[in-house]
């Protein structure tokens, strides 16, 4: 059984920078692709970047591009968001999610069976 456990998340000032991590266990970590998703108050879940098994492909959301990395280390079973240039409109609880032999292509929440519980990220304008 796949358990996501995000980190990372606070309470921030407008153009500040958070890293927000996941930890992997309960699989083979390089058999998924990682995704990082948003929810905000009153919205539906959104896709904020996903990174391939390997990491050699990444895809963002426009909101987010030019702001926002995904990375991962499969040898420490973390997947990573840092997180600059923070805006309110980024204000949200952050979820990791992990899809069995996905791709950087699977960008949407039905693709995702394995889920973190989330942390909050707070952006103060």
């Known amino acids: 059984q796949v358990q996501l456990v995000e980190s990372g998340g606070g309470l921030v000032q407008t153009g500040d920078s958070l890293r927000l991590s996941c930890a992997f266990s309960?699989?083979?970590?390089?058999?998924?692709?990682m995704a990082w998703f948003r929810q905000a108050p009153g919205k539906e879940r959104e896709f904020v970047a996903v990174s391939s098994k390997r990491g050699e492909t990444t895809y963002y959301a426009d909101s987010v591009k030019g702001r926002f990395t995904i990375s991962r280390d499969n040898a420490r079973s973390t997947v990573v968001l840092q997180m600059n240039d923070l805006k309110p409109e980024d204000t949200a609880v952050y979820y990791c999610a992990a899809k069995l032999w996905g791709t950087a292509y699977d960008r949407h929440t039905y693709e995702y069976r394995d889920w973190g519980r989330g942390t909050q990220v707070t952006v103060s304008s």
């Open positions: 309960g699989g083979t970590v390089n058999w998924y692709a």
